[in-house]
């Protein structure tokens, strides 16, 4: 059995998230409850996917008790003032159907279309705001996404409270080691989106040949280097079959192809 992983609150957060971007409604649903059917605990969404309510949805068919899930969902990039905030995770807990949120995010440090620029300010704002909400018990869990150390610093300075999740995209050939090792070393959990490569690495014939040693799918591979990297991965498929094989990982990568992968890095995309 995956050991979960630990907030340096006490939080614990299921070891592999089922990922929802770019998921349709009704995909999202089906694997949401197929997921859910395999052993899943942990579901990813966000505001911008526009599929909550199928996660939500699903979620509730699963006669699942409200303390046996844990669910994730994310502020959207381009709010950066407490009063939409404050609109937008509303809107998010009325979408999901919940009375609160296991983690909330802050979805990225900028917009989307304005990547780069600086809105410390912004995200200070927004993140008292999700302390606010974490305080008054509708998240049990506040962090941000796409956030760099400088980004990360800016808010825990300002506010003086460190974001307990730090999601970010890695895989194999992109593990932003240097990132990865400041959160880790401030008690940051670094949860892994796309640890596919948004599916680019399965057909990868170096990573094809180390799974075919293991008598597993490049996908576990992949998923698994995640783990060992102590990064908390997001598979997304909205296929029954992948889903649960995604989450059957009851194998260990040697050293030896450890070094391989990670030689890898930047060699991947």
């Known amino acids: 059995m995956l050991k979960d992983f630990v907030t340096y609150n006490g939080i614990s957060i299921p070891a592999v998230g089922l990922g929802t971007w770019q998921s349709a409604p009704n995909d999202c649903y089906n694997a949401v409850r197929w997921a859910l059917e395999a052993g899943y605990r942990h579901v990813d969404t966000a505001f911008d996917y526009l599929n909550e309510q199928a996660v939500g949805k699903a979620l509730r068919d699963s006669g699942l008790g409200r303390d ?8 959207p990039a381009d709010v950066k003032d407490a009063k939409l905030c404050e609109q937008r995770f509303f809107q998010s807990l009325d979408n999901l159907g919940t009375d609160y ?4 995010l802050i979805h990225a440090p900028w917009p989307w279309d304005q990547v780069g620029k600086d809105f410390t300010e912004g995200n200070i704002a927004v993140w ?6 974490k ?15 400088s980004h990360i610093q800016a808010i ?23 990132l990865r090792e400041y959160c880790q070393q401030n008690g940051i959990v670094v949860e892994a989106y796309s640890p596919l490569g948004t599916g680019r ?5 170096r990573l094809t040949e180390i799974a075919r040693g293991y008598g597993v799918s490049v996908a576990q591979l992949c998923i698994r280097y995640c783990l060992h990297k102590n990064t908390l991965p997001l598979p997304k498929s909205v296929h029954r079959e992948r889903i ?16 391989f992968l990670d030689s890898l890095e930047g060699k991947t995309v």
């Open 244 to 259: 649960a094989q995604n989450i059957s990982l009851d194998f260990d990568i040697s050293e030896r192809d450890i070094e």
């Open 201 to 205: 690495l399965l057909s990868d014939e």
């Open 156 to 178: 825990s300075r300002a506010v003086g409270v460190m974001p307990a999740v730090d999601q970010i995209y890695h895989f194999v050939g992109v593990t932003e080691p240097e």
């Open 135 to 149: 305080q008054k018990g509708l998240v049990r869990e506040v962090g941000v996404s796409n956030f760099e150390i």
């Open 101 to 104: 949120i296991d983690l909330y």
């Open 68 to 75: 046996e899930y844990f669910v994730t969902t994310k502020l």
């Open 128 to 133: 008292e705001q999700l302390l606010e909400f």
